[in-house]
């Protein structure tokens, strides 16, 4: 038989009510695919992130949790599941784990603004323009222009 190791799964912490939730649909494409859902995004700090994508009937599409530098990720129509530092992803998971960087980077944005475009501090990486409300998301557009992929937010205010 197969000996191997076994590593223990992280702990991700729970979101309470100092987390900021938003809740709405994602639009999610590729130059071969689109997929569109509804999604749940929630944040705490510049460290944790959790996306949930669902199909219409509530089935999750994917699943991501980070903490810090450390991710895992359940991808339900790849059949895929992932755990581990998120400088070690998959390529494929790289666009949806650089998400976090673009929230956190929204929720620092003064509670007056209405419309911020910004880009990510890897030259190149990735671009997004927002619309907000009271300092919440409204609609967020992500575009990551080396591998044509396009993340499309709209959240119920």
């Known amino acids: 038989m197969f000996a191997g190791c076994q590593t223990t799964p992280h702990t991700f ?3 309470g009510s100092h987390w900021q939730t ?7 494409s ?23 994508f669902l199909a219409g009937s509530g089935f999750p599409i994917m699943k991501l949790r980070q903490s ?5 990720a359940e991808i339900a129509f790849a059949h ?8 070690h ?17 929204l929720s620092t944005q003064p509670a007056s603004i209405k419309h911020v ?8 990486f990735w671009k997004a323009g927002a619309n907000l409300s009271e300092g919440h998301p409204i609609d967020v557009t992500v575009e990551f222009p080396a591998s044509r992929e396009r993340f499309v937010f709209h959240f119920n205010s």
């Open 89 to 105: 992803s998959p390529g494929k998971l790289k666009t949806w784990i650089a998400l976090r960087e673009v929230f956190s980077r």
């Open 30 to 52: 590729t130059p071969k695919r689109s997929i569109i859902g509804d999604c749940v995004v929630t944040c705490f700090d510049d460290s944790e992130f959790q996306l949930d």
């Open 80 to 87: 895929l599941s992932w755990q581990g530092k998120t400088v």
């Open 68 to 72: 810090a530098d450390f991710a895992r």
């Open 117 to 124: 475009s910004i880009e990510s501090e890897r030259p190149g």
């Open 13 to 15: 912490q729970r979101p």
């Open 22 to 28: 938003e809740t709405g649909q994602l639009q999610y």
